[in-house]
């Protein structure tokens, strides 16, 4: 095997052919050269590094835990280049690494993420079904992004008098997500400034979600006319509400639930009356008196105080019969939409190397997420595979996220030699790695956490319009030459003085 990996390791244009076997298996190749063919971005001119190239580097940036794009690279290749029998090619500099993203766009990403990113679960995957409707969860996250003029006037926003609008510290973009439930994997994803409310986004993503779906979300998209746009395209919701919609208008079902119908008034755009069943409900009170002393989210008026123990929950759903759908059933499957908030952690804190997006463009800080969004789907279809290697498949909660994100980093640093061994044989042995390498965890507990954050004091000032970094403006000058001695006298030595 060494003498044919050897042979085939050669320094003309090593970028050009290759091999990353472990994305090549989610994304092939076909599949991201017909996007550069729909998107127009073949390179005019042909280069040690390709758009081809480019693509995969983006998506494994996401996947090692390193910072630069150009060490990733490095890391990739170092297997053939340390094995080549001839002189290496050099890594990419940066410039070079740089002036590729550009040529490259957002758009190749986008589309790949459209057409590959496909639902993973089958009928018989542990908490992927319910109601014979696939279960997907909506929600939005903000992403910070390094302050720069173009991000700044991007992401920010302007006000009536072009002026940056400053509600956060930094310029901010914002992801609004479909996650399938039963894999934690990305189905669609839509875009925007962090100034786009989530409800002027989320109908962009009718067009990922799958056939017949069971939508969860959050009471922020509660707008009967959102809910009737699920319907109209054949998906059933399950909607978390407040206190004061919908009230009881009369004689509830026999499980305690009933039915409303909004009809199109000043408040609701509908073009035909919508139907929806309303469920309320408690939780025992050995899990709802802790919860009662948790703190809650801050409004803008304070700190919301903690909830009461007997505090009612309110959902509505267009699931109408209560036969088909019991009240137990349907409360419960939507305190699985959680799992979207624990896949918003793997991204931020185990995905991302720095706390904000580290490009200083507009168009890298799109590129970044899709390449981010992408590299999360590989590693949750590795993921799903390991689960479905026995007859009886694994929910995939009980694998462990940041040991998959190891054994998947380590396999991609080693891409070049397995690009020359039998596929079934690293296959068999990464699928190994991911489910058997650590005792499975224990299954998923009943638990919650307060939305508090710690906060450290810090003794340095507010940053201010006025604080910006000083350049001096002579290059020549080093810092011997601006020092003034004092008390120096006149006639002293010029040696004396340096």
Request: charged share 20%; proline share 8%.
């Amino acid at each position: 095997m060494t003498s044919r990996i050897l042979h085939s390791l050669t320094n003309d244009k090593t970028y050009q052919q290759f091999p990353l076997p472990i994305l090549e298996e989610i994304f092939s190749r076909e599949q991201v050269m017909q996007v550069f063919t729909e998107t127009g971005r073949w390179e005019r001119r042909e280069r040690t590094l390709t758009h081809l190239f480019m693509v995969y580097l983006l998506i494994a940036w996401t996947v090692l835990p390193v910072q630069a794009l150009k060490h990733v690279c490095a890391q990739l290749s170092n297997a053939r280049r340390w094995l080549s029998p001839h002189e290496p090619d050099r890594v990419p500099s940066a410039s070079a690494l740089c002036y590729r993203r550009k040529t490259l766009g957002v758009s190749p990403l986008r589309l790949l993420m459209r057409k590959a990113c496909r639902p993973l679960c089958q009928p018989n995957t542990p908490g992927a079904f319910l109601f014979g409707r696939r279960l997907i969860a909506i929600d939005s996250k903000l992403f910070d992004v390094c302050e720069s003029a173009d991000t700044d006037w991007t992401f920010r926003g302007r006000t009536r008098d072009d002026q940056p609008v400053r509600h956060s510290p930094f310029p901010q973009v914002r992801l609004v997500s479909a996650l399938e439930i039963g894999s934690h994997a990305h189905v669609g994803a839509v875009l925007g400034p962090g100034y786009r409310p989530e409800m002027a986004m989320v109908q962009e993503l009718l067009t990922f979600l799958p056939a017949h779906s069971l939508i969860l979300q959050d009471s922020g998209f509660r707008g009967a006319w959102w809910l009737q746009r699920l319907e109209q395209q054949g998906h059933d919701s399950i909607t978390r509400i407040q206190a004061t919609d919908f009230p009881c208008p009369g004689p509830r079902l026999p499980d305690g639930s009933y039915l409303v119908q909004v009809r199109r008034s000043a408040n609701t755009t509908l073009k035909d009356p919508l139907t929806l069943r309303i469920i309320e409900y408690r939780l025992d009170a050995q899990v709802a008196e802790p919860l009662s002393h948790m703190q809650g989210s801050r409004a803008r008026s304070g700190l919301r105080p903690g909830s009461a123990p007997d505090q009612v929950y309110r959902l509505a759903t267009t699931l109408l019969d209560p036969l088909l759908a019991p009240v137990k059933q349907v409360a419960a499957c939507y305190h699985d939409r959680w799992e979207l908030e624990l896949v918003y952690d793997e991204l931020q804190e185990h995905h991302l190397s720095t706390p904000r997006l580290m490009s200083q463009s507009s168009e890298g800080v799109l590129q970044e997420v899709w390449a981010l969004l992408l590299g999360h789907y590989a590693v949750r279809a590795w993921m799903m595979r390991a689960t479905a290697e026995d007859p009886d498949p694994l929910d995939v909660d009980r694998l462990s996220f940041t040991q998959a994100l190891t054994v998947i980093g380590t396999a991609l640093t080693l891409s070049g030699p397995l690009a020359e061994g039998p596929t079934e044989r690293w296959k068999t042995r990464l699928l190994a790695d991911l489910r058997h390498q650590q005792p499975l965890l224990p299954p998923r507990r009943i638990r919650s956490y307060p939305r508090v954050i710690k906060t450290s004091l810090s003794r340095f000032c507010v940053k201010r319009e006025k604080d910006v970094p000083f350049v001096c403006p002579d290059r020549s000058k080093r810092w011997s030459d601006v020092i003034l001695p004092l008390h120096a006298s006149q006639h002293a030595p010029p040696s004396l003085l340096i």
